[in-house]
């Protein structure tokens, strides 16, 4: 029961940052720029420009974030 309400817990944060990323792009479709995307293997996390040092949703450390390409 634990792992399924944490991953419930992971899973409730990674929505919350894709949609602010969604709008994000939403809001600036006449202003493209290229920006690369990375993805905690271990949440599902995504940021902007360059992994980070530790995943703000799990704790996983750079290592586990993979490129988008």
């Known amino acids: 029961q634990k792992a399924a309400e944490r991953s419930f817990a992971f ?6 940052t894709h949609a ?3 709008q994000k792009m939403l ?4 202003d493209q720029k290229d920006v ?3 993805v905690c293997s271990v949440c599902g996390h995504t940021c902007e420009d360059e ?3 530790t995943c703000p949703v799990c704790g996983a450390k750079a290592k586990a974030f993979n490129k988008v390409d």
Do not use: G, H, I, T
């Open 27 to 30: 809001d600036n479709l006449d």
């Open 36 to 38: 690369d995307y990375y």
């Open 51 to 53: 992994a980070p040092d």
């Open 11 to 16: 899973a409730n944060e990674v929505e919350e």
């Open 20 to 22: 602010a990323l969604y």
